[in-house]
């Protein structure tokens, strides 16, 4: 399947009525076990974790070490892939250019509330850059309205999410993703605000399940750094296991 492919399957996946659930991964093997899975329709990088799997704080890795990673998840499934690519590593535009260029079809990019003109202007430098290489790129478009948003009252963050979300819908985005822990009152409201089928959601705890949240019309949820951190904690236990007097469970898989 080619990339302009994958980006028109990824576009139907979010389109349909049924909520697109992505479980994140962070290398070649994590995708791997994801891919393998049937229920799976399309994969999600997290930024976050491939960070923290080289030794950078989030938001801190090079473009060329977080695009190199993210090749090698590309090359590890036939699934279309979207990116998370923090806030676009100064240059929005060159950046999806470059990850077209290695087969992603979608990424996340955070607007970290820059002043609107400027975070539209990143929009749309994405979506041109998708025309320029024949790919209807899928920019699920982030903003920090929630999480950014300090002691401002959330009707307030919500206001501002869904005035940023509605230009950046009309600047092209394919979707408008607002992180933060979402309960049914706040879904409504962004939904009502943005539209139906346009809302992304990340599955925190304390979160709606992802059949309600796709009840209340959104369209997309990841889960972010938390499957990397379920997985770490399990790393740890059985470490903390082996220690002590354990020994590696008779039922393991050979998943690598």
Known sequence: MSTSDKAQTLKQLHESETILRVVNVWDAITTKVVSDLPE????????????????????EI????????????????????????????????????RAIGVGVVGANVEDRLVPLEEAVANVQAIVAAGEAEGVEFQLNARTDAIVRGGDRPLSESLADAIERGKAFLDAGASLVFVPGVLDREATETLVAGLGRGK????????????????????????YGPTTQRVALRAYRDLATDLYGNGVIPEDTPALN
């Open 40 to 59: 799976t329709k399309a994969i999600a990088t997290a930024g976050h974790s491939i960070a923290a799997s080289h030794g950078f704080a989030d938001g």
């Open 199 to 222: 809302l992304s959601v990340i599955g925190l705890p304390g979160a709606l399940s992802a059949a309600e949240y796709e009840s209340l019309g959104v369209a997309r949820i990841s």
């Open 62 to 97: 090079p473009l060329d070490l977080a695009l190199a990673a993210v090749e090698r998840i590309v090359q590890a499934t036939d699934l279309p892939v979207t990116a998370d690519l923090d806030a676009g590593f100064g240059n929005p535009g060159e950046t999806i250019r």
